[in-house]
């Protein structure tokens, strides 16, 4: 066993190189710039929205309270005639990437921080780099990407989307396995 005080930097390490590795995904490859649409006649949806001023938060239409009205006639007609969708209302103003990148790291740091708890409390000092990467590769691999499927199955995310998150997640399972084997303690 390895206590977590003795991984604290693999998990720096991890977390640094993942955040670093996702901004040149998202920056260079740019491989996610196609999971999104833009809606037919933007303009006029905005203004709908701006007109009903609906607060920040998560939204469902058609939406209902409960399964007797999921099943009524009324909205059922509502489901069929469409559109049925999901929507996130952000609070409006300027936006700025500071907050969701101290957020995304500390995310890193977590998922780090979990991968390096489990594989200290599974594997010994002096464990060989390839085992030491296997189990905190596959604990980064679940922390990073297993989320992404239920969005495709109860959000409506494209699964092409979900396929490049699960790809994103695979690349970060092997930075934070990668920094977890190079810097496990040896044999004491």
Known sequence: MVPLSALIVPIVVAAVLVHLMSAVIHMVFQWHRTDFKRLPDEDSIRAA?????????????????????????????????????????????????????????LACLLVSTFAAYVAGATLPPGTDYLKVFQVAGTVAFAGYGL??????????????????????????????????????????
């Open 49 to 105: 929205l701006r007109k009903s001023l609906p607060a920040p938060g998560q939204y469902m239409f058609p939406f209902h309270t409960d399964m007797k009205e999921f099943k009524s006639p009324e909205y059922q007609k509502k489901f069929e005639e469409g559109p049925v969708g999901m929507l996130t209302v952000r609070p409006a103003g300027k936006y700025s990437m500071g907050k969701p990148l101290v957020q995304w790291f």
């Open 147 to 188: 989320g992404a499927l239920s969005q495709s199955i109860w959000m409506g995310k494209s699964w092409s989307s979900t396929t490049k998150d699960l790809l994103d997640a695979l690349i970060y399972c092997g930075l934070t396995g990668g920094a977890m084997g190079w810097r496990w303690p040896h044999a004491m």
